[in-house]
């Protein structure tokens, strides 16, 4: 299996995102460690792993608390040992559609604060306990927004680009300790709102002003990928087994497009 006996913490683990690859992680060997804020979706996140037959446990972690998160993170530390793969999917409601002339700053850097302050907490909690005696993995998430010019998109796209931006930078300075660092960018993904994902809310005024449901509106944007197609949580989940594992052992300050060829704006 790609990830037998890895210990593998996914922080927003109670996500869409983050339960779809705790249970991939899961089915390749690896044992799931799931913190979020939210300890009943924490929870039914870990049992559909157990449901499959994978070994899940669950922390609570509010990762826009440093303190916290550093705590929570050394006593999970103190429990399991040495944290082999660490993934932040944390994931925070914000502006998309807003140009700047009805934009006011709070709500531009809502998006900033949050996923960077939430990526940059989780990461230094974690990296003290890495690659002790094996090679460490760390993997953020970014999307087309952050290298795509899409109107009404700035604070979330300047959000994207500082984390891949962040995720170089990291990778530069933590090779040299044996950890890679790398940067997975999905697309919009298609079965995320059903599986109960912020973004059928986030999507729902896109669509509502088009006169489309949140899955019609979807289905549009298939049509701005070379595939014709989005890509599904299992996707997602599938691409970052393998970068988690040692096949991509050698691969690091590297941005890995998820989108089935998004068509640049």
């Not at 299996?1 to 995102?17: C, Q, T």
């Not at 799931?34 to 070994?55: D, I, M, P």
């Not at 005024?205 to 509106?217: E, F, T």
């Amino acid at each position: 299996m790609l990830l037998d006996g890895k210990r593998i913490v996914i922080m927003g683990g109670s996500g869409a995102i983050g339960t779809a690859m705790a249970k991939m992680f899961a089915r390749e060997g690896a044992r799931v460690y799931l913190g979020a804020r939210g300890l009943a979706r924490l929870e039914a996140a870990a049992e559909a792993v157990r449901a499959e037959g994978g070994t899940a446990e669950i922390f609570s972690v509010d990762c826009l608390d440093e303190a916290a998160t550093r705590q929570a993170v050394d006593d999970l530390a103190k429990r399991i040992g040495e944290i082999d793969v660490a993934i932040n999917a944390t994931s925070f409601l914000h502006d998309q559609g807003t140009f700047i002339d009805g934009l006011d700053l709070e709500t531009f850097m809502s998006p900033v604060d949050n996923f960077l302050r939430s990526l940059f907490n989780s990461t230094k909690a974690v990296v003290p306990h890495m690659a002790k005696t094996r090679q460490g993995v760390i993997l953020t998430l970014s999307t087309p927004a952050g290298r795509a010019a899409t109107p009404g998109h700035l604070g979330y796209s300047v959000t994207c680009a500082g984390v891949e931006a962040f995720s170089r930078v990291l990778a530069a300075e933590l090779g040299g300790r044996n950890i890679r660092v790398v940067c997975l960018g999905p697309h919009a993904i298609s079965d995320a709102p059903q599986a109960g994902s912020y973004t059928a809310e986030l999507f729902a005024p896109k669509a509502s002003a088009m006169g489309l449901s949140v899955d019609q509106w979807l289905g549009g944007g298939a049509q701005s990928t070379f595939l014709g197609r989005l890509p599904t949580l299992e996707d997602v989940a599938e691409t970052a087994a393998f970068l988690a594992s040692d096949k991509a052992r050698s691969m690091t300050a590297a941005y890995v497009n998820l989108t089935a060829g998004m068509i640049p704006d």
